[in-house]
Structure formats: structure tokens, C-alpha cells
T-cell receptor, first 115, second 116 residues
Framework: DAGITQSPRHKVTETGTPVTLRCHQT?????MYWYRQDPGHGLRLIHY???????DKGEVSDGYSVSRSKTEDFLLTLESATSSQTSVYFC??????????????FGPGTRLTVL | AQSVSQHNHHVILSEAASLELGCNYS??????LFWYVQYPGQHLQLLLK??????LVKGIKGFEAEFIKSKFSFNLRKPSVQWSDTAEYFC??????????????FGTGTLLAVQP
């Protein structure tokens, strides 16, 4: 398995509180991603990073922000959590391959419940 | 916008039955295609990928997929499923606009239950 860890693995929080999820990789891959997984929706991209301090929005970025100050860490912040953000969050990493795009490797996930 | 459709949301098979899961995408240009599997309580793992060349791709655990460009399809197959194949399967597409975006668009997944 690729060296990807996520913390915390489980979190229960209340509406309106800030929450930060951490993704840490030991593979030195350039690209990092945050997805959320919800029944009936598959995986949806929240934000991604293509280098230190270089980030961009995905398809469901509202209510989320990210930061990447080091190659190995990618943080996802919910500024003010809402119940609609209850989900399982996956971090992924990838590196450009000879075909331009390479596979993504996924972390173990964080289950977040917002009450 | 690109999209990926997996028409089978829930499939139930008996052991030794053959499997085919459908995946269609909407994009007319060059694509890279992936199938991922998620076993219960686990993260996504790559089953197989197609970048170019032979449109019949073989992956791990006896899975294969065929890229049919004219049909915008990348269906996943396995001749004989096992109980351990019970999992959720996701098709994903990366559309290349003359260069890599490194972003994948995922389908909504197909939940496969194999009965012993």
C-alpha cells in the first residue's frame, strides 16, 4: 500500500464548529486530492493540489478550504461544519506518468459526522 | 462537462457466475480509464487501467476490461466471480485536453454482492 495516512480516522463534531482533516504521504508524489464519498454519488472531488502552495477547486468545493505548505501534507478545513458535510473523506495522491496521467492511490479515509 | 455512468447500481450473483459491469463516459477526446474496487470498510484500490494500446486490459484478481472507443465504454468483466469479490466497483475517467489534468471523474459505483 502507498504510504498515505489520514487523521483523524473518525470524528464527531457539532454544526458550526471548524474541522481540519490531515492527509500525510511518504511517497513524495506531486499531486494530492481530497474527495468525499456519499451513497449514490460515488466519489466527488473537493480540492486538489499540484504542488506546494498550488491548489485548485474540484466539483464540490463550497464550504471547504485546503492548504499545502509541504509536499507531504495536505489539509482540508471545514470552516463551519454543516450536517450536509457528514461524509467519508478520502485523500489520494498521484504522480505524472509517461502517459501524462497516472493512477491515484487512496488513503484509509476519515468518517466525519456533523450533528 | 465530462461524466461517467455506471448503469448497474446493485448486482447480485452466485459464485462462479460471470460478471460484466457497464461503464460509459461522455468525452470525445483522448481519455485514460480506470476501474477501482472498494472492499467493505476499506479504501479504493486500483483493479486496472487503460492509457493506450491494446483495448483489452487485464488487471488483478482475474478482472479485465475492454475499451470500445466507438461506444464510449469501458466495461469490467470477470469470467467466474468468488464470494471475496463482494465489493463496490468504481469506474473513473481522466480526460486529457492536450495535456494531463490529473483529475479523475468517478462513476457512482456498482455494489456487487456474491452469494456463496
Amino acid at each position: 500500500d502507498a504510504g498515505i495516512t489520514q487523521s483523524p480516522r473518525h470524528k464527531v463534531t457539532e454544526t458550526g464548529t471548524p474541522v481540519t482533516l490531515r492527509c500525510h504521504q511518504t511517497e513524495n508524489h506531486r499531486y494530492m486530492y481530497w474527495y468525499r464519498q456519499d451513497p449514490g454519488h460515488g466519489l466527488r472531488l473537493i480540492h486538489y493540489s499540484y504542488g506546494v502552495k498550488d491548489t485548485d477547486k474540484g466539483e464540490v468545493s463550497d464550504g471547504y478550504s485546503v492548504s499545502r505548505s509541504k509536499t507531504e501534507d495536505f489539509l482540508l478545513t471545514l470552516e463551519s461544519a454543516t450536517s450536509s458535510q457528514t461524509s467519508v473523506y478520502f485523500c489520494a495522491i498521484s504522480e505524472s506518468g509517461s502517459g501524462g496521467v497516472n493512477e491515484q492511490f487512496f488513503g484509509p479515509g476519515t468518517r466525519l459526522t456533523v450533528l | 462537462a465530462q461524466s461517467v455512468s455506471q448503469h448497474n447500481h446493485h448486482v447480485i450473483l452466485s459464485e462462479a457466475a460471470s460478471l460484466e459491469l457497464g461503464c460509459n463516459y461522455s468525452y470525445g477526446g483522448t481519455v485514460n480509464l480506470f476501474w477501482y474496487v472498494q472492499y467493505p470498510g476499506q479504501h479504493l484500490q486500483l483493479l486496472l487501467k487503460y492509457f493506450s494500446g491494446d483495448p483489452l486490459v487485464k488487471g488483478i484478481k482475474g478482472f479485465e476490461a475492454e475499451f470500445i472507443k466507438s461506444k464510449f465504454s469501458f466495461n469490467l468483466r470477470k469470467p467466474s466471480v468468488q464470494w471475496s469479490d463482494t465489493a463496490e466497483y468504481f469506474c473513473a475517467v481522466n480526460a486529457r485536453y492536450g495535456g494531463a489534468t490529473n483529475k479523475l471523474i468517478f462513476g457512482t459505483g456498482t455494489l456487487l454482492a456474491v452469494q456463496p
